[in-house]
């Protein structure tokens, strides 16, 4: 068994420089003297629309996009699932609750397969809805 004895002030020199090693990555990390701008904004990335409308990626031409959705009422556990049709590419997909419900949990909201998007929870008196976001290009 090996044993590390350190004086007192060896261990606290070791523990107030980590201290300060951290502080200095949080500073750093941190990035900005504004709390109101914590970290990145739309115009320091590329590819990404800004509230202006500019900065957008290019949408290719002969795309075309529509939201598939399926709806289901009141059963206490559910799993939903949406699928696009054939042809077309889903691209994302996503999970809602709406209703008087105090009482919902989302389990789960991901791609099943290439095209299609689950969602799965419990809930009562909550209307679910499942989305999927499918694509083709011509």
Known sequence: MVTLKFSNRALYTIIVVSV??????????????????????????TGVCKTDGTGCPTIPSGLSCRIASIEEGYPWSYTLDVSCNAGETMVSGGCKLSGESVSSLMIDSYPLDADTWRCRGETYQSIKTAYAICCTLS
Do not use: K
């Open 20 to 45: 300060l090693i951290v502080s200095i990555g949080i500073a750093y990390a941190y990035g900005t003297s504004t709390p109101a701008t914590f970290g990145h904004d739309a115009g320091e990335l």
